[in-house]
């Protein structure tokens, strides 16, 4: 790594900082000062109830807190947090009132436009009066197949202002993907959009919305954005355009249901790439407070700054991003392609709406990095304090490029956490330097850990991510998971009473982690453990490599590394290219590394969120079903890992 950091912390930033301030107030509270971020973390973790209490408190959540703020602390999954407490998620984001801009939009360059405070308060008044009459209530499910718009958020802010579970993806996703989703929840009504923009092309969803409400056969509220959604409305049983719905009601003073704390506020689903999804669902309080913590602490988000995160409604980071609403935030969405109609589109926005926070995936500051795009010459990006990535381990190459082409004095945050958690573990620290390669550190409040398979703490050795204490942000439960045997099996199987994410994870000398990958998808080539992310760590920086997969293939009574490489358009895998690759994984991480097989591919296989599925391809390599691929976003590229003869020697 890096001897000099990459960026360091102002003075101003050190002392006027929300996490600064906080840390102050914090230092009154447990009645000793703290000076380093350290120290702060090691409290949060070691008196949770009070820690908690002070983002309740700092963050100015509206709702009881109750006489305790946490029983049961010392077991995961008995804890709970604020146990007499009660609140509305939906009343906490719309806290806000007036003509200043609530939430803005662009989908690609077809559509804008902009709502604000008053005008988002006014739709979600009309929509929970509709939702209402339509016997939408407390514990409801409701479900969206939905772009990420304005439009989506007031929908979720009045169903969860009632009291019901909200669970959306995206439009791209496939009609059994849908419904694998959608179906096991059953939900109260379906929210569907008519059609979306996608690289300046028209998708048309009507025979699916058509299909999957056919399937759920529940009411269906259609929503327009690019198509015709009176003529799809008019063609279901029981369909309404969101206009019609709306239409007899007029705005007045919302209400909000006061709930416990951990009243089910989302279903979250898990990838499904080797079967049906797991129903994740999260509580309104906890959601809350993690969210208001990374907010406003992590990210130094304050009323009145603008926050953009790309994501769709499919991705947990949408989730995330609709919690900026707390702070009086103004939202940035966008909706489409990031390289449509050219790779600036987003700087553009960036630069124009004056945003504060820009968040994005590690694979899109890498497709930015190689199509030679330099923000830092073409954009005024002033305003912009921190940029945030996660959904795959940021290279080091691209920590580099984000100081040398985007902007030098940025707050780089390398988030890391996911949807069991609908948050980080990992995170941005505005009190420490971001050193190249490495996320900053554990969140405030999480007893984050990296153990080795016999349970023990490890420093400077990869092992797995472990999280020790309970924390407000995990899961309810799992849906038709009764007994809690699934929730049980997915994250407490490993080490009893530890939260096991399934993370490959090393401390740093600096306090801060690397990750290496998911441990399901760790090598182990004569039995030692490596992390994919190594191996592509060295392969990306190669300039005809586009991207690459990496999977451990049963051999021998072993294990081999194999590497897939799609490359850049011209390039051919020839001996010589061969041999860079492999000199620059034995010179960059180990010899250990190197692949016994390296195979061209014309795509690799990911998910909706853009996740490489490395768990799908070794299944096919092994002549295994794929059961789910309706998760995937490409699944006809699978076809391209089955039977080959490079792998039959």
Known sequence: MSEMPLWEPSAEILATSPMALFMKGASRIAGRAFTSYEDLHAWSVEDRAAFWTAVWDDCGVIGEKGGTALENGDRMLEARFFPQ?????????LKKAGPDDAIVFRGEDKVSYRWSWDGLRARVSKLQQAFAAMGVGEGDSVAAMMPNMPETIACMLAATSLGAIWSS???DFGEQGVFDRFGQIEPKLFIACDAYWYAGKLQDVSAKVQAIAGKLGVPVVVVHYAGDAEALAASLPDGRTLEALTAPYAAKPLTFAQLPF??????????GTTGVPKCI?????????QHLKEHHLHCGLVEGERLFYFTTCGWMMW??????LALGTTLCLFDGSPFHPDGNVLFDYAATERFAVLGTSAKYIDAVRKSGLTPLSTHDLSSLRVLASTGSPLSPESFSFVYEGIKPDVQ??????????VSGFVLGIPLKPVWRGEIQGPGLGLAMDVWDEDGQPVRGEKGELVCTRAFPSMPVMFW??????????AYFERFDNIWCHGDFAEWTSHGGIVIHGRSDATLNPGGVRIGTAEIYNQVEQLDEVAEALCIGQDWDDDVRVVLFVRLQPGEVLDEALEKTIRTKIRTGASPRHVPAKIIEVADIPRTKSGKIVELAVREVVHGRPVRNQ??????EALALFAGLDALKS
Request: proline share 6%; net charge negative.
């Open 319 to 324: 989730n995330w991003l609709v919690s900026g």
């Open 281 to 289: 669902v999260h509580s309104a309080g906890g959601t809350l407070l």
């Open 412 to 421: 780089l945050a390398s988030i890391s956490g996911g949807t069991d958690i």
């Open 630 to 635: 309706e998760a995937l976003a490409n699944p």
């Open 480 to 489: 038709n998971d009764p007994a809690g045997e699934k929730y049980r099996a």
């Open 169 to 171: 993806c995206s439009p």
């Open 262 to 271: 951990r009243h089910p506020l989302y279903i979250l689903f898990s990838s």
């Open 85 to 93: 407490g009660r609140l509305n998620f939906a009343e906490n984001l």
